[in-house]
């Protein structure tokens, strides 16, 4: 089952803009974890956040998670062409940490 | 990072035959190994956990007898797509964490692109 809701489903922005997408779960995780899938290709791991942390940063990606409210967010900030991809969020179970469902995912489209 | 290899990236097959997909980790010892299923536009979903050296557990719904899963090897899973129909044209991804190194993130392969005819 599909563990995880993203919205929005769909995201288009100019070049240089900063493009916000959230996630939201439902049962306690260990962690929460951000992917990138190129049209046709595999997922790209982007970044982990642990339960116990409420922001991350990895280069041009802010990752936020409120586990209170079961949410987290992925901010690309200044955006460029090659940023154009579906992200998705992901989460395990306690129980079994390694066990990934999926979110419906985000498009971006970064517009030159 | 770890690289987890996808063989082959796309299949044409016939109704009625089998195709086998590989997934293999280049360069660490995956113990288990996941098996997913994406249609256009959509999520993941997960089909089943390949484990080495034991069966592999299905989730609901997956048909163990359509989608046979063998894990021979701590480097390579396989998955056959038995007596294959225009229904099971998808794109199948498998991945691999490298937990000897006690890493949760998920490396995945290239994704197979399965159509049948």
């Known amino acids: 089952s599909q563990q995880g809701e993203e919205d929005p489903q769909a995201l288009s922005i100019q070049e240089g803009e900063n493009a916000t997408m959230n996630c939201s779960y439902k049962?306690?995780?260990?962690?929460l974890q951000w992917y990138r899938q190129n049209s046709g290709r595999g997922l790209v791991h982007l970044i982990l956040?642990?339960?116990?942390?409420r922001e991350k940063h990895s280069g041009r990606l802010r990752v936020t998670l409120d586990t209170s409210k079961k949410s987290s967010s992925l901010l690309i900030t200044a955006s460029r062409a090659a940023d154009t991809a579906s992200y998705f969020c992901?989460?395990?179970?306690?129980?079994?940490?390694?066990?990934?469902?999926f979110g419906a995912g985000t498009t971006v489209t970064v517009r030159a | 990072g770890a690289v987890v290899s996808q063989h082959p990236s796309w299949v044409i097959c016939k109704s009625g035959t089998s195709v086998k997909i590989e997934c293999r980790s280049l360069?660490?010892?995956?113990?288990?190994m996941f098996w997913y299923r994406q249609f256009p536009k959509q999520s993941l979903m997960l089909m089943a956990t390949?484990?080495?050296?034991?069966?592999?557990?299905?989730e609901q719904g997956v048909e163990k007898d359509k989608f046979l899963i063998n894990h021979a090897s701590l480097t390579l899973s396989t998955l056959t797509v038995t007596s294959a129909h225009p229904e099971d044209s998808s794109f199948y991804i498998c991945?691999?964490?490298?937990?000897?190194?006690?890493?949760?993130?998920?490396?995945f392969g290239q994704g197979t692109r399965l159509t049948v005819v």
């Open positions: 992901a989460t395990a179970p306690r129980s079994n940490d390694y066990k990934l469902s």
């Open positions: 991945s691999a964490q490298d937990r000897g190194r006690g890493r949760t993130e998920a490396f």
């Open positions: 390949s484990n080495e050296g034991s069966k592999a557990t299905y």
């Open positions: 360069d660490f010892q995956a113990t288990t």
């Open positions: 049962t306690s995780i260990n962690n």
């Open positions: 956040i642990r339960s116990n942390e």
